[in-house]
T-cell receptor, first 115, second 112 residues
Framework: GAGVSQSPSNKVTEKGKDVELRCDPISGHTALYWYRQSLGQGLEFLIYFQGNSAPDKSGLPSDRFSAERTGGSVSTLTIQRTQQEDSAVYLCASSLGTLLEETQYFGPGTRLLVL | QKEVEQNSGPLSVPEGAIASLNCTYSDRVSQSFFWYRQYSGKSPELIMS????GDKEDGRFTAQLNKASQYVSLLIRDSQPSDSATYLC????????????FGAGTTVTVRA
């Protein structure tokens, strides 16, 4: 079946603008994760959604970052008033559930460049 | 966030040789361990998962886990040029945890 999809694949924006990144998980996967990969920080967790439970936002770096998941499927990560340090690859992953043996499958990522 | 350390690279091996990758983790209650492969400009793809002490083999790949030593490794046998990539060790902690903590990655180059 189809894997995790993300859009856009690349985004160039100016400092101070808002951006929205979209993730469509694998059909049937109830858990959805956002990670960020940057040169200086490696791959880091941002936020996690599981079903209708409140999301775990503990990895969000500032209040300029927010995310939502509508209907338990598609998720949008929003970055307000972008800064140059937000430049990174934003990766979305999904898994079947939260059991510890569940594998997370990654989408192709969105490459964000803030000028 | 939990610390995950990988042996520093880059690692260069000749074609047909064994590539050995090591990873240690700081959280003793960690339960699930993964190796992802990431080609340049691409997203991580799962190579192996391991949950119990011992060895797990899948084709040319063998993962080894030693929870007492907080150590997990990946062996790539009969290395091929297509194995040239960055290998990421990832760990999920104990009960109630679900997010992956990643090491910095080890870049492997297989020389033809």
């Amino acid at each position: 079946g189809a894997g995790v999809s993300q859009s856009p694949s690349n985004k160039v924006t100016e400092k101070g603008k808002d951006v929205e990144l979209r993730c469509d998980p694998i059909s049937g996967h109830t858990a959805l994760y956002w990670y960020r990969q940057s040169l200086g920080q490696g791959l880091e967790f941002l936020i996690y959604f599981q079903g209708n439970s409140a999301p775990d936002k503990s990895g969000l770096p500032s209040d300029r970052f927010s995310a939502e998941r509508t209907g338990g499927s598609v998720s949008t990560l929003t970055i307000q008033r972008t800064q140059q340090e937000d430049s990174a690859v934003y990766l979305c992953a999904s898994s079947l559930g939260t059991l510890l043996e569940e594998t997370q499958y990654f989408g192709p990522g969105t490459r964000l460049l803030v000028l | 966030q939990k610390e995950v350390e990988q042996n520093s690279g880059p690692l260069s091996v000749p074609e047909g040789a064994i590539a050995s990758l090591n990873c240690t983790y700081s959280d003793r209650v960690s339960q699930s361990f993964f190796w992802y492969r990431q080609y340049s400009g691409k997203s991580p793809e799962l190579i192996m998962s391991i949950y119990s002490n011992g060895d797990k083999e899948d084709g040319r790949f063998t993962a080894q886990l030693n929870k007492a030593s907080q150590y997990v490794s990946l062996l790539i046998r009969d290395s091929q040029p297509s194995d040239s990539a960055t290998y990421l060790c990832a760990v999920i902690g104990g009960f109630g945890d679900y997010k992956l903590s990643f090491g910095a990655g080890t870049t492997v180059t297989v020389r033809a």
